[in-house]
């Protein structure tokens, strides 16, 4: 397995992969395994934090980045009583 060694290697493409295969599981009323919450927030926070190379211009994006993945994406995953993604399984 190859591993990444500086943040924003991962695509946020990933993101949006996962993000569907939870509204599946989420459908069919399936448990999301601890495996895929696991990944879903290691790949947002890579996602998120490379735009904190000590760069001030990119802190802009930064928030961007907090606002569509953090506030946007992880709403996917929650229904209204508990979150899906840090509920135990």
Not at 53 to 74: Q, S
Request: charged share 25%; glycine share 6%.
């Amino acid at each position: 397995m190859t591993k990444c060694n500086h943040a924003g290697e991962v695509p946020e493409k990933i993101l949006d992969i996962l993000e569907k295969i939870g509204h599946i599981d989420s459908n069919q009323e399936l448990p999301i395994p601890n495996s895929m919450k696991k990944a879903y927030c290691g790949v947002a926070l890579d996602c998120t934090a490379k735009y904190l190379a000590g760069d001030p211009n990119t802190y802009a994006k930064f928030l961007e980045a907090v606002d569509r993945i953090w506030r946007g994406g992880f709403k996917i995953w929650k229904n209204p009583r508990r979150p899906i993604w840090f509920a135990s399984n």
